[in-house]
């Protein structure tokens, strides 16, 4: 049997299930804390009924008499509305009362929405199984979230772009998909958030006004080990001035989670960019290797010379926003233009081969 390292299971909340039935939704209470938690769905049978926090129940309106004895957070689609009906009694409860269509009708959306999505997690997990192009794994994703996606590396170049679906009128957007060959480029280096900004938001994720376009965007910082290694992105397309709603954030945090722990899959990982070396300067530092032997490891696997002599030094910037973007685009200049040049992300601090 085949398995996904780290299983994200997919499932889909009371919101999802608004936006697609919003045309027929009459009155509704969805609460702040409705969250994708659904995977299945049942017709109510108050006399067979034991609730479950996984389950969405279609009820008759008539059914729906006694909010007291609903537990707190349950999910329910009634198709109709009740005589003498008031949605304030059902503040407690995740509620939609669908109106002007059949209860058949009703039951045959629900059913196509768990179809949907059940499809949609059943293509992304044989994509990662079959270690599809990062590509491939964005233009599904697209479709899921149903907004412009993109992933960019930590100087901002494109790893992977949404192909069927833009964002007009967005200048960053497009320059990505021009591939910064714009007037553009210089404010995408310099507009907000920066990775320190990310990386302090809750979740490592942070939607923010572009002081660039004017429109939303969603950016979360994708890791490996531990390190950043990518950015991950969505822009808004339409009412691009509002703030996504909360139907779209619950999709993209599951991709950008999905992604992030198959990250492994789609991103270079250096060794002398990651823990191996930050461990290795920290057991120098402290003195805890017990003979040259040891340290003759680390080096082997970091790539060094063994038998040749370096100098150490450090890369430092007077301003302390400077982003974390700048210090990787130095590290990767010297070393192409520096033979044996070894980089470290915090600082950065270099080894630098030299001949005696």
Known sequence: MLLIKEVIEMKISINIIEKVLRNHVGQKNIRDDADMTIDTYEVYASKHCAFKENCLYLLKPEELTDSKGLPDGVNLVCSGRPDGFDIEKYRNV???????????????????????????????????????????????????????????????KVLAISSEMDAPGDPIWKSLKLGYMSEYYENILNTSPTMGDIIRAKGNSIEITSSISGHHVQISLLRSGGRPIAYFGMHKFHETQKPFEKHTLQLYEYLFRKINRNAGQYFEIKADRGLLYEEFLHNLFDQKFKDSD?????????????????????????????KADLYFTIMDYLEKMIPDYKMHCDGPVYLHHHSD
């Open 294 to 322: 040891e340290i003759d490891v680390f080096l082997l696997k970091l790539g060094f010379n063994t038998n040749a002599s370096y100098q150490m030094g450090l890369i430092s910037f007077r301003d302390s926003d400077i």
């Open 94 to 156: 995740n509620l939609l009362i669908v109106e002007g269509i059949t209860p058949e009708k009703n039951m045959n959306l629900i059913i196509s929405i768990f179809h949907r999505y059940n499809s949609f997690e059943e293509r992304l997990n044989s994509l990662i199984l079959e270690n599809a192009s990062l590509q491939e794994i964005i233009d599904l994703a697209t479709q899921m979230v149903e907004m412009p996606i993109n992933v960019l590396n930590l100087n901002h």
